[in-house]
C-alpha cells in the first residue's frame, strides 16, 4: 500500500516516473492484454482472408457476402448485455470470458466444417460473434476490479494497446500461413483455431478470477443491473457516451471520405486502418495516463475533439500525403482517448459486483447509437451529398461535445455501495 | 505448480505441431490438386484466342492443369482438352485477344494480376489492382477489356464489400480503374448515392457502348453507357451481369427471383428494344455472367462437385432444357 500511495503522490505531483507502466499495471492486466493479443491474432487472420475465401473460394455473390457480413457485426448487442449480467450474477468472470473465448476458438474449426454451405457459414459466423459479445463486459469488469482505481486508465491503455498489436499481426500470420500453404484457406482456419486455442490456455492459466474479496451478496437480479442507471454518474455517462455516439462520424466514412480526397490512398485503401491502429496503439498507454491524471472524462472529450479535427482536415484545403498521414493521426487520436478510456471512466462509478453488467450497458449504448449513426450518416450523405453531410454532422458533434464540456457530467462522482 | 507448467508446455507444442502440420498437408494437396487429371488433357499446347467453332475455358478439374486456360472444339466439347500454361481465376478472350485475372496468392489485402494477351497468349500488358478477380470481358473486336473486381475493406475498416468495375482501352492505353464517377441517371434523373456499386460489363461491338449492373440501395438495375460521352441511364430493373448477345439486340442475365440467399437467381434474356423479358429453362440458381456460345444459346457455370465447377448451356428463348457442355470449366469465350 505504501508503495502504491507514494507513487500516486509522485504522479499527482508531475514527478515523471518511467518505469511506471510496467510496476503499476497488475499482473491480471497484462495476463488479460496476453489473451486478447493472442485471440486477436487468430480473429484477425480470419477476418482478413474470410472476404476472398467467399468470394473467391467459394463463389458467393455480392448479395450474399453483403447479408453474411451484416450477420457478422450486428449480433452482438445483446448478448453483451447477457454476458455482463451472468459474469455478475454467479460472480464468475474469468468464466463467462473463457467461455466466450473457447466459443470463438471452436468456431474456427466450424468455418473448416462449415465447407461451402452459405447457412453453416453464416451460423459459425454468428456463433463467432456471440463469443465476442460474451467475452467483452466480463473482461473489461476484469481489469477494471484487477487495478487499483487510480491506474485505471493506464491499465485500459496496456490492454487496448496489446490488443492492437494483436490486430496488426494478425493479417501477416495469415499470409505467412497462406504462402506456406500454397494458398489454402483451410489452413489458414486451423492455424487460426491453435492460436485462440492458445489463448485460452493463457487464459486459464495466467488469469485470475477478481482479485479482491468481495463481501458475501445476494446475486444480482436483472432489475438491480439494470438499475445500475440510477446511479447519477453512472446514468450520465452512459447518456453521453450514448449522445456522442450518435453524433460520430463511423470509421468506414472517414475512409471513403480520405479516400475521395486523396489519389494515393485509392490503391492503399484497405491499410488506411492500419494508419489508425498504428497511432491507436502508440497513443494508448500515454493517453490513459493523462486520463488518470487530469481526468478521464476530460480525455474523451479531447478524443472527440481530435475527431472533430480529422473531420475539418477531411474536408479542409490539403490534399494528398499530408492529408492524410493528419487525418488518420487524429483519428488513431480519437480511438486511443476514448475506447478504454470510457471503460475507465465508468469503472469506478459502478459498484463491483454490478461491473461487468454496467460495462455492458455503455458498451451496447455506444454501440447501438454509432450503428444508428452510420445509418443516419449515409442517409445525409445520400441526401445532400458529401461536403454538406460531413460540415453538418462535425458541426453537430462540436456542439455535443462542447455541451459535454460546459455541463460536466463526472464533475462529481459519488462512490458507489 | 510444475506439473501446470508442464501440461501448458505439451499444450503449447501440440498446438504449434497441428498448424504446422495441417499447413504442411494443405501445402501437399493445393500444390496439384491431385495428380493425374481427372478428365482427358492435353497439357502444353500453344494455345491462341478462340477461332470460329473453338471455345476457350478455364480448366476446373481436378488435377496437375487445375486453373489452366484450356481449349475445345464447340462442336465436340467432350473431347481431349488442350491446355496451355497460362492460370487465370478469370479468362476472356474476343477479337484477337485476351484478358486473365488472377488473385496473386498469398497477398492481404488481396491484389488481382489482370493481363491483357494477343492472340497466342503472349503479355501485351499487365498491371495490378486491389481487390479478388468477379468479371472478365472483352469487347467483340478485343479493342476494350473490362473487369469487376470485388474490394473488401480490411477488419479495422469493416466497410463490408464493394465492387470496382474498370475498363481499358487497349488501343489508346486509356485506364478507368472505376467506373464509380461516371454520371448517372435513374429515371430521367441525375442520380446520387455514395452506396453505388458496379459491375459485370459486357460491351457492345461499336467498342463505346457498354452494359453493366448497378447497384444501390437494395436494388439493382441494368445500366446502358457510352465510354467516350461517359455517362449511363438505367433502363430496366433487377438486372445482375448483363452479356450482351452477337447481334447486340439482347442481353442474358441473372435475375433475382428469392429472397432465399441460397438460390436467389434465375436466368434471363431481355430483349433491348421492347423491353420483353423470358425467363430460360434453368431452374438452378446461376451466379454467373453467361456467355452467348451463339445467337440462340448461352453457356454459364456452375458449381460442381469438390470446388470445381461445370460449364452448362441452355436455349436463349425460354424453351429446351439445360445441358452440360464442359465437366469441370469455367468462364467459356466462343470464337465467332
Keep these: 500500500m505504501y508503495i ?75 448478448v453483451r448485455l447477457a454476458g455482463g449480467h451472468v459474469a455478475d450474477r454467479f460472480g464468475r468472470f474469468k468464466a463467462v470470458a473463457g467461455f466466450g473465448y473457447g466459443l470463438s476458438a471452436v468456431c474456427k474449426l466450424g468455418l473448416l466444417a462449415a465447407g461451402s454451405s452459405v447457412g453453416a457459414i453464416g451460423a459459425v459466423l454468428a456463433a463467432d460473434r456471440t463469443g465476442k459479445g460474451l467475452r467483452t463486459a466480463p473482461r473489461d469488469a476484469l481489469i477494471s476490479l484487477s487495478s487499483e482505481p487510480e491506474f485505471l486508465g493506464r491499465s485500459f491503455g496496456v490492454h487496448r494497446a496489446l490488443d492492437t498489436v494483436g490486430a496488426f499481426l494478425g493479417p501477416l500470420v495469415a499470409m505467412v500461413v497462406l504462402w506456406l500453404s500454397l494458398g489454402s484457406y483451410d489452413a489458414v482456419f486451423f492455424t487460426s483455431f491453435c492460436v485462440a486455442a492458445l489463448g485460452v490456455l493463457v487464459l486459464v492459466v495466467a488469469v485470475r478470477d477478481r482479485t479482491k474479496p468481495s463481501p458475501v ?89 481530435a475527431l472533430v479535427c480529422a473531420l475539418l482536415t477531411l474536408v479542409g484545403p490539403f490534399d494528398g500525403v499530408l492529408l492524410a498521414v493528419v487525418a488518420l493521426a487524429l483519428h488513431g487520436v480519437f480511438y486511443a482517448a476514448t475506447d478504454g478510456v470510457l471503460m475507465a471512466a465508468a469503472g469506478p462509478c459502478l459498484p463491483e459486483h454490478l461491473r461487468a453488467s454496467g460495462m455492458a450497458l455503455v458498451q451496447t449504448g455506444q454501440a447501438t447509437t454509432r450503428m444508428i449513426s452510420s445509418v443516419l450518416f449515409g442517409w445525409a450523405w445520400t441526401a445532400w451529398d458529401l461536403y454538406p453531410a460531413v460540415l453538418v454532422t462535425t458541426g453537430v458533434l462540436a456542439a455535443v461535445v462542447l455541451a459535454a464540456a460546459v455541463v460536466r457530467p463526472l464533475r462529481r462522482v459519488e462512490v458507489p455501495a | 505448480m510444475r506439473s501446470r507448467w508442464l501440461i501448458v508446455l505439451v499444450t503449447v507444442l501440440v498446438l504449434a505441431g497441428a498448424a504446422i502440420g495441417y499447413t504442411w498437408y494443405a501445402r501437399e494437396k493445393t500444390a496439384r490438386h491431385g495428380d493425374v487429371n481427372v478428365v482427358p488433357v492435353v497439357s502444353g499446347q500453344a494455345l491462341s484466342v478462340p477461332s470460329p467453332g473453338q471455345v476457350l475455358f478455364r480448366n476446373t478439374a481436378a488435377g496437375p492443369d487445375y486453373g489452366r486456360v484450356a481449349q475445345v472444339p464447340a462442336a465436340s466439347p467432350g473431347a481431349p482438352r488442350h491446355t496451355a500454361g497460362l492460370s487465370c481465376d478469370r479468362f476472356a478472350a474476343a477479337g484477337g485477344k485476351a484478358l486473365c485475372l488472377a488473385a496473386r496468392p498469398g497477398v492481404l489485402p488481396p491484389v488481382t494480376d489482370i493481363t491483357v494477351l494477343d ?52 488501343e489508346t492505353g486509356e485506364l478507368v480503374k472505376t467506373v464509380e464517377e461516371m454520371p448517372l441517371q435513374v429515371n430521367g434523373e441525375q442520380y446520387f448515392s455514395a452506396d453505388v456499386n458496379y459491375w459485370g460489363i459486357t460491351f457492345a461491338s461499336n467498342d463505346d457502348r457498354f452494359y453493366l449492373t448497378m447497384a444501390s440501395k437494395g436494388k439493382t438495375y441494368l445500366v446502358e453507357a457510352d465510354f467516350r460521352a461517359y455517362r449511363g441511364r438505367a433502363l430496366h430493373e433487377n438486372v445482375e451481369c448483363p452479356s450482351l448477345s452477337p447481334d447486340g439486340s439482347r442481353v442474358a442475365y441473372k435475375k433475382r427471383v428469392s429472397a432465399d440467399q441460397s438460390a436467389p437467381w434465375r436466368l434471363a434474356v431481355l430483349e433491348l428494344a421492347s423491353g420483353k423479358e423470358t425467363v430460360l429453362a434453368e431452374t438452378r440458381s446461376v451466379d454467373d455472367q453467361a456467355a452467348w456460345l451463339d445467337g440462340k444459346t448461352v453457356l454459364y457455370s456452375l458449381p460442381g462437385r469438390d470446388g470445381s465447377s461445370d460449364i452448362w448451356s441452355v436455349p436463349a428463348d425460354g424453351t429446351g432444357a439445360p445441358a452440360l457442355f464442359v465437366t469441370g470449366g469455367a468462364s467459356p469465350a466462343v470464337g465467332r
Excluded at chain 1, 463511423?250 to 475512409?255: G, P
Excluded at chain 2, 479493342?143 to 465492387?163: E, H, I, K, N, Q
Design chain 2, 119 to 170: 492472340k497466342d497468349l503472349r503479355v501485351l500488358r499487365t498491371f495490378d489492382l486491389p481487390g479478388s478477380p468477379s468479371r472478365a470481358r472483352l469487347s467483340p473486336s478485343g479493342r476494350m477489356a473490362a473487369w469487376t473486381l470485388f474490394v473488401t475493406g480490411d477488419s479495422y475498416a469493416a466497410t463490408g464489400f464493394s465492387t470496382r468495375a474498370g475498363i481499358l482501352d487497349i
Design chain 1, 4 to 78: 502504491a500511495t507514494s507513487r500516486s503522490a509522485d504522479s499527482a505531483a508531475g514527478i515523471p516516473d518511467p518505469k511506471g507502466t510496467a510496476r503499476r499495471v497488475s499482473g491480471n492486466v497484462l495476463a488479460l492484454g496476453m489473451v486478447s493479443m493472442v485471440t486477436d491474432i487468430s480473429s484477425e487472420m480470419v477476418t482478413a482472408v474470410l472476404p476472398v475465401y467467399l468470394v473467391l473460394g467459394l463463389g458467393l455473390s455480392p448479395l450474399q457476402f453483403g447479408v453474411l457480413d451484416g450477420l457478422y457485426s450486428g449480433v452482438t448487442a445483446l
Design chain 1, 217 to 305: 451478496r445476494a446475486r444480482p437480479s436483472l432489475s438491480e443491473s439494470a438499475g445500475l442507471l440510477k446511479i447519477a454518474s453512472f446514468r450520465r455517462i452512459c447518456w453521453w457516451a450514448a449522445l456522442l455516439g450518435l453524433v460520430t462520424v463511423s470509421d468506414s466514412f472517414v475512409y471513403l471520405l480520405l479516400q475521395r480526397r486523396s489519389d494515393i490512398a485509392q490503391v492503399y485503401f484497405s491499410l488506411l486502418p492500419l494508419g489508425t491502429a498504428g497511432v491507436y496503439l502508440l497513443l494508448a498507454v500515454p493517453l490513459g495516463r493523462l486520463a488518470d491524471r487530469i481526468g478521464r472524462w476530460k480525455v474523451f472529450l479531447g478524443g472527440h475533439v
